[in-house]
């Protein structure tokens, strides 16, 4: 009985202890952007929205006008989970342009005015969290939108994955019990 009281225990602490990951971006639309690469630098806030992936070409059937604009520039940023080392290909579509950085470093480039448009590139990531931004803006009219297509493996992930705070509490108690449980049994 309580070798069994010790495990259910050990593996709620376990289970509470372990953040839930709940992948969101972060997009930020501008009223103001250049009409070079991914739009950058941009201006004028307009607002900010979370989303669980980067779809708005796709999903809209290329009429992605956040906020009601016609002219914007967006930039998204979030992090990327990746399994192993090795080399990914990662692919950007959209119309106008887009820029993808990995680790602050350029990977995909499908920048500039243009109609929809795809592009890939390939980078080498090590296995782990790695940060990342996709810049995008839409001017001229005509069609408007931006998806990033992700490598087999690689998924959108938290930057700062931290326990909640009651799990943390909880975990702790967790851990006194089981101990105490432990030391009774050896009087």
């Given at each position: 009985m309580m070798k069994k009281l010790i495990m259910i225990c050990a593996f709620a602490v376990l289970i509470l202890?372990?953040?839930?990951?709940?992948?969101a971006l972060t997009v930020d639309v501008y009223s103001g952007h250049t009409t070079v690469g991914g739009g950058a630098p941009y201006s004028g806030l307009v607002g900010s929205?979370?989303?669980?992936?980067?779809?708005?070409?796709?999903?809209?059937?290329y009429a992605w006008h956040p906020f009601g604009l016609g002219h914007f520039g967006a930039e998204i940023t979030g992090c990327l989970a990746v399994p192993i080392d090795g080399l990914y290909i990662f692919t950007l579509n959209s119309d106008d342009g887009s820029m993808?950085?990995?680790?602050?470093?350029?990977?995909?480039?499908n920048g500039g005015p243009h109609p929809p448009t795809v592009v890939s590139d390939s980078v080498f990531l090590a296995a782990g969290v790695h940060p990342f931004k996709v810049e995008f803006f839409e001017d001229f009219g005509g069609p408007s939108?931006?998806?990033?297509?992700?490598?087999?493996?690689?998924?959108?992930?938290?930057c700062d994955v931290i326990p909640a705070p009651g799990a943390i509490l909880l975990g702790s108690i967790g851990v006194g019990v089981v101990s105490w449980l432990r030391r009774r049994r050896t009087l």
């Open positions: 202890a372990v953040p839930s990951v709940q992948a929205f979370g989303s669980p992936d980067i779809m708005f070409a796709s999903n809209t059937g993808l950085y990995i680790d602050a470093s350029l990977v995909v480039d939108g931006v998806d990033l297509l992700l490598p087999t493996g690689v998924t959108y992930t938290e």
